[in-house]
């Protein structure tokens, strides 16, 4: 029997709820010299794993992402016009409290371009069930949610009520944990209690392994499937592994790159692997095309395709 796709080719919209946030990539290609200066190749850029997985899948071909984030005044107008370039529409929720989220992003000049994050989440984690609306899924055929959102209680609670929205409508609902440093923080059990219902989980092959305890990824993604109807696992240059039902049904191939910065490449491979799922794809084919994201998103500096208007 096939496997039905998510939902079906112009069937609706995708709306993303999570963090959007201004990225410092700062590319060193020696070691950091502490008490000292390093020489780097530094870029202000717009990012967070929420806007980033939204601009992907625009991208990637879905003609109606939308996106619900929530921002500092400093620079809402800045990020607004990124996304709307973009072909997101954005919903930014300006937070008079807070500064915009701001992560300092430090790749090393090694092969895999590895990243380390420095994050002040600001107003990102300040989204909250005020800034949520059932409205807000008129016309949409699949929520996406941040796991950005499920570490602090303002963004849980969000977070619930969108939840709830959607399962009322029918609305199926993917979920990226997006950080195996906070999703630690935060406590395996409370973030999967916090999911439970969601249709198709996203992590990475770290996250999927601190939510198992498993260190091999296919033992995880099975694992995971018990929990979830389908769970896809990322694991950068190894590819990616679908699972349901308890067993591993596909591995996919990941698709060579010159790395250049490995910030994004996940969240570029959620985009594209929901834009194809709208598009009628199963999910292998939807996990392919998440591999050939991923491998655009590491060829480029920060976690954005590339800006059709960079001079704007």
Known sequence: MRERATASSGSGALLVVGDVVTDIVARHRTALAPGTDTAAAIRTVPGGAGANVACWAAHRGC??????????????????????????RPRLVVDSGAPTGTVICLVDGGAAAERTFLTDSGAALRLSPADWSP????????????????????????????????HARGVPVTVDPA?????AETGVERFLSAVDGVA????????????TGLADPADAASKLSHRFPAVVVKSGADGALVARDGQVLVRVPAVPARVCDSTGAGDAFTGAFLAARLGGAELGEAAAEGCLAGARAVELVGGRPPDPTPTA
């Open 179 to 183: 950080s195996a440093g906070f999703l």
């Open 200 to 211: 198709v989980l996203l992590p990475s092959r770290d996250e999927a392994e601190l939510l």
């Open 63 to 88: 003609p109606d992402v939308r996106f619900l984030g929530r921002v500092g005044a400093d620079a809402a107008a800045w990020h607004e016009a990124a996304l709307t370039r973009a072909g997101v």
């Open 135 to 166: 409205d807000l899924l008129d016309g949409v055929a699949l929520l996406h949610l941040s796991g950005y959102l499920f570490f602090a209680e303002p963004g849980r609670a969000a977070a619930r009520a969108a939840l709830a929205a959607a």
